[in-house]
């Protein structure tokens, strides 16, 4: 699920039945019974100021590589939705696969505060049978997600991509100084990594860069990149250079983060150890900065030294739902292959991409039009079976690299979850220490003896548009 702008325009169309489409109002208030009544309906959709400005696609994608995304809706909106009506779209259509029987196993969306709330508001809805979770008390890990009784357990993602982009972000728009105990991360630290030979980092990831540049936060959390921050000693082995401590951390735990949802080869046991020790660095260095914060506010401050709130909880949100969406196969599919890397908005993205070769500016009735054409070309175009050579004219954007060639016998068998609830508590358990060591011997960051007292890992939360205070 995701949304693009659109055209401002009134469309009559008898193509659906009988109305005035391109606007926010209920279709049966768009309704034309007569042609007398399209200038009133056209009227009341102005005086109501309920044009469409954007179009929210929702696509399904069946989640085995070989089979192309379907479109199920497209949407029109002013931007304006809350949480409360995105909620509200979600239910009616799982409300639609219940009747067919259908599983639905993720929904998945952007970073945008409206969205993160209408997370939040699904993960706390009433489960029809009982609860998916995952305790670990000692560990401060509490994980649930709602199972219905047609459609089955059912988890809110953040876009893989999306939370790539924003970690990538925020040296350079976010956060600014990421203090991370005797290491640091800022936009100078991304400069210094350019400037050294084969880091893979051109020039326009560091100058005048492009929040929206997928191709750059593919290059900074690329293999090359955190080798970069490394040298050999006089022994010929591998350190870390100087002053690269805090991003060789940065790189090295938000990459593997990454690379467990997208790797198409990774084992489930590694991706989720990845998604933990990326959940327990994140709370150890949240709590150094909130110990230093308090020691010495006027040189420390959440706001300032740490990632900001919003990214926090993405990242916090990355973490648990792998973790959530192994289990659920491990518990619901065991037989079926688990791909983490389809999930995600990348194939609404390419979508959009793809209807805006037709039109560039189209109009929500247009791209109504033209939706059967651009499912006939995206099919084709992932099927790899032709491949059409266009120049990337912008940085912005997606860049869909999907394999949709399927699952060898010994991927398939590698890819189906056989871990039980003691394999997990291992797993976090050895998650626990690695992100420890971490902290202690390349940051000197304190972390406090677990067996001494349990921790509290922040839970889930949505934050408040234009606001830092959780939603719980």
């Known amino acids: 699920m995701d949304c693009t702008k659109v055209r401002g325009r009134l469309t009559y169309s008898n193509d659906f039945g009988s109305h005035i489409l391109g606007s926010v109002l209920p279709l049966d208030q768009c309704q034309v019974d007569d042609s007398a009544d399209i200038d009133e309906v056209i009227n009341n959709i102005k005086k109501a100021n309920a044009i469409a400005t954007q179009v929210r696609a929702i696509i399904a994608k069946p989640i085995i590589p070989e089979m192309p995304p379907v479109v199920i809706a497209l949407v029109p909106t002013d931007g304006k939705d809350t949480a409360v009506q995105i909620h509200e779209q979600k239910l009616v259509f799982l409300k639609m696969a219940s009747e067919l029987k259908l599983p639905i196993l993720t929904f998945a969306a952007d970073g945008a505060a409206s969205e993160l709330l209408a997370q939040h508001m699904m993960d706390t809805e009433a489960s029809e049978l009982p609860a998916l979770t995952y305790e670990y008390q000692l560990y401060g890990v509490h994980l649930r997600a709602p199972v219905f009784s047609n459609t089955g357990p059912l988890l809110s993602i953040t876009d893989p991509p999306h939370a790539r982009k924003t970690s990538r972000n925020q040296p350079q728009h976010g956060t600014h100084t990421a203090s991370l105990g005797i290491g640091f991360v800022v936009n100078r630290s991304l400069l210094d990594l350019y400037n050294i030979p084969d880091s893979g980092l051109v020039l326009r990831d560091v100058e005048n860069v492009d929040k929206q540049d997928d191709g750059a936060a593919r290059r900074l959390y690329a293999y090359c990149a955190l080798k970069a921050t490394t040298e050999d000693d006089a022994e010929g082995k591998p350190v870390i250079r100087k002053n690269f401590e805090g991003l060789f951390v940065w790189l090295f735990v938000f990459g593997t983060l990454f690379e467990a949802w997208l790797n198409r080869r990774m084992s489930p046991s590694d991706r989720i150890l990845a998604a933990f020790r990326a959940r327990f660095w994140l709370h150890f260095w949240h709590q150094h900065i909130l110990n230093l914060s308090a020691t010495f506010p006027d040189l420390y401050s959440p706001t300032r030294s740490f990632i900001s709130t919003r990214s926090f909880h993405i990242f916090n949100r990355l973490c648990d739902t792998l973790v ?23 194939f609404v993205e390419h979508f959009f991409g793809l209807s805006r070769m037709y039109l560039p500016n189209f109009t929500h009735a247009e791209l109504l039009k033209m939706v059967q054409n651009v499912m006939v070309r995206q099919k084709i175009l992932l099927t790899k079976h032709f491949r059409e050579e266009r120049e990337k004219d912008s940085a912005a954007g997606y860049i869909l690299d999907y394999d949709p060639t399927p699952l060898s016998a010994e991927e398939l068998q590698a890819a189906r979850v056989q871990l039980t609830v003691h394999d997990v508590n291992l797993i976090v358990e050895t998650a626990y220490r690695e992100a420890a060591q971490i902290c202690k011997d390349i940051l000197c960051i304190r972390v406090r003896n677990v067996n001494s007292s349990p921790i509290k890992l922040s839970p889930l939360a949505a934050v408040a548009k234009g606001g830092r205070t959780p939603i719980r």
Request: proline fraction near 13%; charged fraction near 10%.
């Open 324 to 346: 959530l969406l192994t289990l659920a196969y491990a518990q619901h599919y065991p037989e079926s292959p688990f791909c983490p890397w389809i999930v995600g908005t990348e």
